[in-house]
């Protein structure tokens, strides 16, 4: 999981462009470290749209190109979030109100930011996480109907506004991805819900997708494991050129 910094093409082309910087304008050093900074990738979509699946292939395609990789997920990633998700997740919370929910996911995000995301990049490791802040604008959002602007406060204040450098949307009709999420035994709290939550899930997470074209790349999860897997490795070609 843990490629070797600076052996990749691109941490050579960031060391080599930072080089070049350097010799042109010594007081470049500001452009230099941001430069140096790894990159955020996120995956989002339904239950069942082959998040867990693309992870396990993208991962391996970034470490082969040299990358210094770190892979979490949402909600957990650190022990407090594991703690959370297992809350979160667990039918027999039923009584959870979409603010408390909304509330335990940021808690799990906070906690994220500080003790992975933000020390990995700083260090010039890429992060690819299984789930983040888009995900709650489409499930307390879309699905729940807790204001955006009320999601979009907690955003700024639990994650400093970080934002991914690239969020992959796997999208996918909610009766597919249902129908290959129940292949993987008991449903937990969160994937019990009706149809309609789901599509209003769906309907958020394309929204956002709409609106943000720049930072998303909509792929079509019917298609092959392979096939998703090639898109995702092709909208990441633009995060290894030294202005990205
Ligand atoms: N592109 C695909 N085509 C068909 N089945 C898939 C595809 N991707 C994943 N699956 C299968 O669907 C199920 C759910 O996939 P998973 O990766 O766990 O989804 P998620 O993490 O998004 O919930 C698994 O059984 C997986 O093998
Ligand atoms: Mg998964």
């Given at each position: 999981?843990?490629?070797?910094?600076?052996?990749?093409?691109?941490?050579?082309?960031?060391?080599?462009h930072?080089?070049?910087?350097?010799?042109?304008?010594?007081?470049?050093?500001?452009?230099?470290?941001?430069?140096?900074?790894?990159?955020f990738i996120t995956l989002e979509g339904g239950e069942g749209a082959g998040k867990s699946t693309l992870l396990a292939g993208l991962q391996q395609y970034l470490v082969d190109q040299g990358v210094s990789l770190v892979q979490t997920r949402e909600p957990g990633g650190t022990p407090l979030?594991?703690?959370?998700r297992a809350i979160v997740l667990d039918p027999a919370q039923r009584g959870m109100c979409a603010e408390?929910?909304?509330?335990?996911?940021?808690?799990?995000?906070?906690?994220?930011?500080?003790e992975c995301i933000e020390p990995?990049?700083?260090?010039g490791k890429w992060v690819l996480c299984d789930r983040f802040t888009d995900a709650s604008y489409a499930y307390q959002g879309g699905g729940r109907?807790?204001?955006?602007?009320?999601?979009a406060t907690l955003e700024q204040w639990a994650t400093d506004g970080l934002r991914p450098d690239l969020t992959l949307l796997l999208d996918l009709p909610v009766a597919t991805g249902r129908a290959r999420a129940a292949g993987r035994?008991?449903?937990?709290?969160?994937e019990v819900e009706a149809d309609a939550f789901f599509e209003r899930v769906r309907a958020a997470y394309r929204a956002r997708a709409a609106a943000e074209p720049e930072r998303f790349r909509l792929i079509d999860a019917s298609l092959s494991p392979a096939q998703v897997l090639a898109a995702a490795i092709d909208a990441t070609s633009h995060l290894f050129g030294v202005n990205a």
């Open positions: 999981m843990n490629g070797d910094p600076g052996h990749g093409p691109a941490m050579l082309r960031v060391a080599h930072a080089k070049a910087a350097h010799e042109l304008n010594p007081n470049h050093v500001g452009t230099m470290t941001r430069l140096s900074r790894g990159k979030g594991e703690a959370v408390a929910e909304l509330l335990l996911m940021f808690a799990s995000r906070a906690q994220l930011v500080r990995a990049l700083a260090a109907g807790v204001a955006v602007d009320r999601i035994g008991e449903a937990d709290r969160i």
